[in-house]
């Protein structure tokens, strides 16, 4: 077990392991850039995973994201009109919201817990579309404005974290 760079033990390591992957520098690399951006684009991981090793090279960062997505290690999501992301959460069943303006990307938590979350209701003339399918996962995207994009509402009747001074009797 190469000791440069890695410490025993580290989360990352550890991820791989128990996916049986096998621990390389840039597994490491590029895992521990997925855990610190969110949601990035493999470019953006490219830049990430280079400030902790310089020398890799662009292949070996796919090569790395596939391997692990493939594994369960990180998970690949892709809106629609998006590139692939990725993200180190994974086996939560979390979901996500999109922006339509700036196509920014917020996990939300799912309500249940486990997948699938949610099954299809029957159609209107009572047959179960699903009869038969064993359902794993139902992927959910909230699609909207952020608030950063959405409109300002008209008037606020209170900014920011309400002012404790009045209860302070
Ligand atoms: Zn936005
Ligand atoms: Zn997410």
Request: overall charge negative; charged content about 25%; proline content about 8%.
């Amino acid at each position: 077990m190469p000791t440069d760079g890695t410490r025993e033990g580290a989360p990352g390591e550890r991820a791989l392991r128990d996916a049986g992957l096998r621990v390389t520098r840039p597994r490491l690399a590029v895992l521990g850039a997925v855990g610190d951006h969110p949601h990035a684009t493999t470019d953006a991981l490219i830049s990430a995973a280079r400030a902790s090793l310089p020398s890799l090279s662009h292949q070996a960062v796919y090569d790395a994201l596939r391997v692990m997505a493939d594994a369960g290690v990180v998970r690949r999501i892709q809106p629609r009109g998006s590139v692939a992301r990725y993200e180190a959460r994974v086996a939560d069943n979390h979901h996500h919201l999109v922006c339509r303006a700036c196509g920014s990307i917020t996990d939300v938590d799912c309500a249940v817990g486990e997948a699938p979350c949610l099954v299809p209701d029957r159609s209107a003339d009572g047959t179960d579309p699903a009869a038969g399918y064993v359902l794993d996962e139902a992927e959910i995207t909230f699609w909207g404005l952020c608030p950063a994009c959405a409109p300002a509402p008209a008037s606020r009747p209170e900014q920011g974290p309400a002012s404790r001074e009045a209860h302070r009797d």
